[in-house]
């Protein structure tokens, strides 16, 4: 039985999705259940050959067996969840609790004000003006949308259900630590919430003494859209020397590309109690180790860099991603736990 955590390391965007979607079908959980603040996250996934770009419904979808749960602390915005609902074929196992706060299209209007998408660059998704209203306790629920009401469940119960009956759990958290409201260094230029381990363990209604790993996600070279401080942003000729370039899944905006910063991964580790670490993106090191899946096939100047990584931060390094699909996946988690 195993109750796992998984959160971005960096700005967000890290790969998340991959990942959740890659252990969804070798674990098989019996549950799975999405964290974080709201539809502001995209999560790319490869199913099926084809392409997704989730918001709200758990990664986790592409595991038939698995039921899936959005927490009272997520965001829901009922237009993207229908969407998401016709597109996935989750109708029948997909759950979210009464509580979760909906986003409306005053909240999505609000949160293009200058002070917000022009001086933040917030995704323009209606989540800060939501949480807000949220904190004012005045927003409308989930419970309240007779939309919804096929759904609704009361998701703690459901999740330490199965925990109880030693069943594995898997909660699925958004963004990044560095996006942070309480710990972002970087503040104002950060989400509307806590994104750490624990903010994601409330969300979905398991205490503190349930979970027992939380796998932080890394990528080899980290992403940043909206505005506000990049240490170690690339110029445009770098990312070119690389040949890596990404775009929002939300939005659409270019990401600014930037190289590894060890101290920031290492007090990202420290606040998230990191048992594991995910590292995506190793193609991005060296080309020639895209959809590599042994760890020895890895060439030298890739393993030097996952090497550097578990010494730096000191914890694990788990489960390696090389390229965009579920099987480009190395997993250690036998030999290394
Ligand atoms: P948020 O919850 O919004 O923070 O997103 P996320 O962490 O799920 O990441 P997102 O899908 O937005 O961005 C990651 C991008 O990298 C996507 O385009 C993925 O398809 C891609 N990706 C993930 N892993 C790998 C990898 O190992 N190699 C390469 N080349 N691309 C990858
Ligand atoms: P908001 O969360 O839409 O209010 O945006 C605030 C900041 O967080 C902006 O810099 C966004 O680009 C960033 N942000 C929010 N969610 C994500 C995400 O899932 N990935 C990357 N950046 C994000
Ligand atoms: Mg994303």
């Known amino acids: 039985m195993s109750c796992t955590i998984l959160v971005g390391g960096q700005w967000g965007d890290e790969g998340k999705g991959k990942i959740i979607s890659s252990l969804a079908l070798k674990?098989?959980?019996?549950?799975?259940?999405?964290?974080?603040?709201?539809?502001?996250?995209?999560?790319?996934?490869?199913?099926?050959?084809?392409?997704?770009?989730?918001?709200?419904?758990?990664?986790?979808?592409?595991?038939?067996?698995?039921?899936?749960?959005?927490?009272?602390?997520?965001?829901?915005?009922?237009?993207?969840?229908?969407?998401?609902?016709?597109?996935?074929?989750?109708?029948?196992?997909?759950?979210?609790?009464?509580?979760?706060?909906?986003?409306?299209?005053?909240?999505?209007?609000?949160?293009?004000?200058?002070?917000?998408?022009?001086?933040?660059?917030?995704?323009?998704?209606?989540?800060?003006?939501?949480?807000?209203?949220?904190?004012?306790?005045?927003?409308?629920?989930?419970?309240?949308?007779?939309?919804?009401?096929?759904?609704?469940v009361d998701v703690p119960l459901e999740i330490n259900g199965f925990l109880d009956r030693k069943e594995n759990v898997l909660i699925e958290g958004s963004q990044g630590s560095l996006l942070s409201l309480y710990y972002g260094h970087v503040y104002p230029f950060v989400t509307s919430k806590d994104t750490h381990a624990s903010a994601f363990a409330t969300d979905v209604g398991v205490g503190p003494m349930r979970i027992d790993d939380v796998l932080v996600v890394f990528k080899s070279f980290p992403s940043r859209v909206g505005n506000g401080p990049f240490p170690t942003r690339m110029t445009k000729?770098?990312?070119?020397?690389?040949?890596?370039?990404?775009?929002?899944?939300?939005?659409?905006?270019?990401?600014?590309?930037?190289?590894?910063?060890?101290?920031?991964?290492?007090?990202?580790?420290?606040?998230?109690?990191?048992?594991?670490?995910?590292l995506t993106c190793l193609d991005y090191v060296d080309k020639s180790v895209l959809g590599v899946s042994e760890y020895d096939k890895l060439s030298d100047k890739a393993k030097e860099f996952v090497e550097k990584i578990e010494s730096e931060l000191n914890v694990p390094v788990t489960l390696i991603s090389t390229g965009p699909e579920s099987g480009h996946l190395i997993d250690l988690r036998e030999e290394k736990l």
């Open 27 to 152: 674990d098989s959980p019996s549950a799975i259940a999405r964290a974080g603040v709201g539809p502001n996250a995209g999560h790319t996934i490869y199913h099926n050959e084809k392409k997704f770009g989730l918001r709200e419904i758990p990664c986790g979808f592409v595991q038939e067996k698995a039921r899936l749960y959005i927490g009272a602390g997520v965001l829901v915005d009922p237009d993207v969840f229908m969407k998401e609902i016709d597109e996935t074929g989750a109708r029948g196992r997909i759950f979210i609790d009464g509580r979760c706060t909906v986003i409306t299209p005053e909240h999505k209007e609000r949160d293009t004000h200058p002070d917000l998408k022009g001086k933040i660059g917030t995704t323009g998704t209606g989540c800060g003006p939501a949480n807000s209203d949220r904190a004012l306790r005045c927003a409308k629920l989930a419970r309240d949308v007779p939309e919804l009401s096929e759904f609704i």
């Open 237 to 278: 000729e770098r990312e070119e020397e690389f040949g890596i370039h990404e775009y929002g899944t939300v939005t659409g905006r270019e990401r600014d590309m930037g190289e590894f910063d060890f101290k920031l991964a290492k007090y990202s580790c420290m606040l998230n109690s990191a048992t594991q670490i995910a």
